[in-house]
């Protein structure tokens, strides 16, 4: 069956004459010299065209290497920027061919302004060189018109965002690594238009230290985490849902898109910092320094399982306090937890971790099934564990082989709670899938006078007695957190 066509015109290519066709289902295809078939995705390819005399000049981003016929994928998912030159044999060609690609450029859906975050202060100070060499070439072939904006201190861009005039954008994108993405969240999350605001997409560029959302976009569709696929996957303009966990402690609330941790993993991503002089480094090096000297926390985990799950834990009795009203924007998610089945798992714990998404850096699958927009977070609790188990167990968090150790349980769940009154000295992990948490975290098991840290996206919610900077003011108190998290809330740019 003979394939059908939008537009189909001869034009020059290297001075030979030949048909540039653009087919209904999106393929640019010509020949080259008259020898070489030659094809273009203009929905997975094509950033856009221009055109000067009757020279049409089509910009696109291909798999990197070789000679290259027709669209596909190269043996290590790299890219490439590259321009096709086409001169129209005629005017009328030239605006036939012209009117019918932007048309189906247009019919996709691209965004044609953006307002674009960069964080010069995040990771290595790498994302102002990311923006000039990497993303904006790639806007300007795409002719997406943006506005740039630097953050200049800490939660700048959830000020901005607070206060943004939306209609006059698309999309958001933060080059940076997770902590605009957060800081961006939050700030939409505090609007009076709260509902409307979160539909626009927001986009990541990896830029950072932990770059793990956009690391799980990639990665679930086979692509290698790099500026190139991340801003290809923003202008291509598909979108998805996000789910959105809020952690509040009476009218305090913190809006969380990537995961939540308390003790071994918090403890390591918040106190190496002391060693950051020694680069990405540090955290292998602290890891070992802490697991040498494990400590362990005193608390316990409520929760109501998911489906397949029931037979987890000892029944409970549980409840969650209300977020307390806020004067403005998102009052927190609406749902009735009573008359559930809880359950419960009692402590010590080596480490409590959260997670929304598949990985919480670029090395670090720590919830291989976590999903985008399922409405429930995945809880992996560390109990009892040998040590030497558990050095092998934390190499495994590169692959999310650790969910396999006999000494992991990953389990889906509803609603979790966790409080506090533990006095069992054992190690093991469990994975779940929550909905709701209650946390009320304890003293060390070692020492009653030294408690942990709590973090949340990379950002430190509360520091307790004893702990590292423990004099510096937190946005949360050590004690009693609740979790609950809201399916599909925000939106993405996502690469399918």
Same mark, same amino acid.
């Given at each position: ?48 065209? $221009? ?273 307390? @009203? ?6 927190? @998610? ?84 966790? $409080? ?74 996502? @690469?399918?």
């Amino acid at each position: 069956m003979e394939q059908q066509h939008i537009v189909s015109d001869d034009v020059l290519v290297s001075g030979g004459k030949t048909s540039l066709t653009l087919s209904v289902d999106g393929i640019l295809q010509w020949s080259d010299g008259g020898l070489i078939h030659r094809c273009l995705s203009v929905e997975k390819e094509v950033l856009g065209f $221009s055109k000067v005399g009757r020279l049409i000049t089509i910009r696109a981003l291909v798999p990197t290497g070789g000679d290259r016929f027709c669209f596909g994928s190269s043996g290590d998912g790299s890219l490439t920027r590259k321009s096709f030159l086409f001169e129209a044999v005629n005017e009328n060609s030239l605006r036939n061919l012209c009117e019918k690609i932007q048309a189906y450029i247009d019919s996709l859906g691209r965004p044609k302004k953006l307002f674009i975050f960069v964080n010069p202060f995040g990771g290595r100070k790498s994302a102002s060189k990311i923006f000039t060499n990497d993303v904006k070439p790639i806007l300007e072939d795409a002719n997406i018109d943006y506005t740039l904006q630097e953050t200049r201190y800490q939660l700048h861009a959830k000020e901005l965002s607070r206060s943004l005039d939306l209609t006059k954008y698309d999309g958001i994108i933060c080059v940076s690594g997770d902590g605009i993405l957060v800081e961006v969240v939050n700030g939409l999350l505090e609007r009076e238009d709260w509902a409307i605001a979160l539909k626009i997409p927001l986009g990541v560029i990896p830029a950072g230290t932990g770059n793990g959302m956009i690391k799980s976009l990639l990665d679930s569709v086979g692509q290698p985490c790099t500026p190139l696929h991340a801003t290809l996957a923003a202008v291509r303009g598909h979108k998805r849902c996000l789910d959105v966990a809020t952690i509040w402690q009476g009218e305090t609330a913190f809006f969380s898109v990537l995961m939540l941790a308390w003790g071994l993993v918090s403890d390591i991503d918040i106190e190496s910092e002391k060693y950051r002089w020694m680069g990405s480094a540090r955290l292998d090096f602290y890891a070992l320094k802490r697991i040498i000297r494990l400590r362990k926390y005193n608390g316990s985990i409520s929760f109501v399982p998911a489906p397949e799950f029931e037979n987890v834990g000892e029944a409970s009795i549980s409840s969650m306090e209300p977020l307390k @009203p806020r004067q403005h924007g998102y009052q927190g @998610p609406k749902f009735d937890l009573k008359n559930l089945n809880w359950k419960k798992i009692d402590g010590p714990f080596v480490s409590v971790w959260l997670h929304n998404v598949p990985w919480g850096a670029e090395n670090t699958m720590a919830a291989p099934d976590a999903k985008f927009e399922d409405g429930y977070l995945d809880l992996i609790v560390v109990r009892q564990c040998p040590k030497l188990a558990l050095l092998s167990l934390m190499s495994e968090l590169n692959n999310g082989g650790h969910v396999k150790s006999p000494y992991v349980m990953y389990i889906k769940a509803m609603h979790v709670k966790h $409080s506090t009154r533990l006095s069992c000295f054992d190690i093991r992990v469990f994975h779940e899938q929550v909905k709701a948490v209650i946390l009320e975290p304890g003293s060390r098991t070692d020492d009653s006078m030294k408690e942990g840290i709590i973090d949340s996206d990379g950002e430190v919610l509360a520091r307790g007695k004893g702990t590292y900077k423990s004099n510096l003011k937190s946005l949360m108190s050590y004690d009693k957190m609740q979790v609950v998290v809201d399916q599909g809330l925000a939106t993405l740019y996502t @690469p399918i």
